[in-house]
């Protein structure tokens, strides 16, 4: 969709907004770091809302803005979507029965081939179970799973400019398994799939199974443009603590962007000021950028 200034559309949702929702998106369309080429459109009614005192009706808000999105996406009426936090909690008790926002979206835009992608100032990493309990993500493990999100993960890498993206694999287990002393997974899962990988021809440079606890340091130094890990706080822990200011949450996979910040609601700090919204104003540039280059 085209604006009447003949501009690509940005949809904004404001999460649930007793949280620092309302506020980062607030701070992120004053603060004159987002492109003029796009035009930025709030999603979803603006409720009474107490800061850090979520109810059922921010709730109800928060969801009732995410189906708005959906529909415009699928619409034509957006081109792009940015979602402020939503209280997980909250969104289930009214049958919200996805595990966050990004099945959300792949479920509502049909998209079967997704996956979760964070990337900030240095390191990009995705995902290749998400929100699952830890003692299932052994059995949850498949060779083709880690090829497939390992061919979104490159191709998220290529449209942002890198032809020949350097692509770590993490291994699951300590020490990527010891060669089967700690656990059979990396050499009966992981490395078939980077094998398969290799094989792609997707001019990719697959390496791995990596050693969990070493190999974001070179990865955050530039020697990898991406790492691909097995389980939620494998790549999320280290992306959050190297960059969670300027962390941004992509569904890789969808026919249109979709980002995030890269925190939640913060209800503690929500009204007081203290909110940082350089996260918001990264998802929002990120958006800008992928609407340039095209599809994720």
Do not use: W
């Not at 309990?133 to 390992?150: D, H």
Request: with cysteine.
């Amino acid at each position: 969709m085209m604006s009447e200034q003949g501009k690509a559309t940005i949809g904004i949702t404001r999460g649930d907004q007793a949280g620092i929702g309302p506020e980062v998106v607030a701070a992120a369309l004053a603060s004159g770091e987002l492109s003029s080429a796009y035009s930025y459109q709030m999603i979803g009614e603006v409720v009474d809302a107490v800061p850090g005192q979520p109810t059922q009706r921010t709730a109800e808000a928060a969801l009732a803005a995410l189906e708005e999105a959906a529909d415009m996406l699928k619409n034509g009426e957006i081109d792009a979507v940015v979602t402020a936090p939503v209280g997980k909690e909250g969104l289930h008790e009214l049958g919200f029965h996805f595990p966050g926002q990004t099945e959300f979206f792949a479920e509502r835009l049909g998209c079967d081939n997704h996956a979760m992608c964070l990337t900030g100032k240095h390191l990009t990493v995705a995902l290749v179970t998400i929100h699952v309990p830890l003692a299932e993500v052994p059995s949850l493990l498949r060779r083709g799973e880690i090829v497939r999100v390992g061919k979104l993960l490159a191709g998220f890498c290529r449209q942002r400019g890198t032809q020949s993206p350097r692509v770590a694999v993490c291994g699951l287990n300590p020490h990527a398994g010891e060669n089967g002393a700690f656990g059979s997974e990396d050499e009966e899962i992981v490395k078939p799939a980077i094998d398969e990988l290799q094989q792609v021809g997707d001019g990719a440079i697959y390496s791995g199974p990596h050693p969990p606890d070493t190999i974001f340091r070179p990865a955050a130094d530039g020697e990898y443009d991406a790492v691909l890990c097995m389980y939620h706080d494998q790549g999320l822990i280290p992306l959050k603590l190297l960059d969670f200011d300027s962390g941004v949450n992509v569904t890789l996979g969808l026919p249109k962007p979709r980002t995030s910040p890269d925190h939640g609601t913060a209800y503690d700090i929500a009204g007081k000021g203290l909110a940082d919204a350089s996260s918001m104003i990264h998802a929002l540039k990120l958006a800008g950028e992928m609407l340039d280059q095209g599809k994720v």
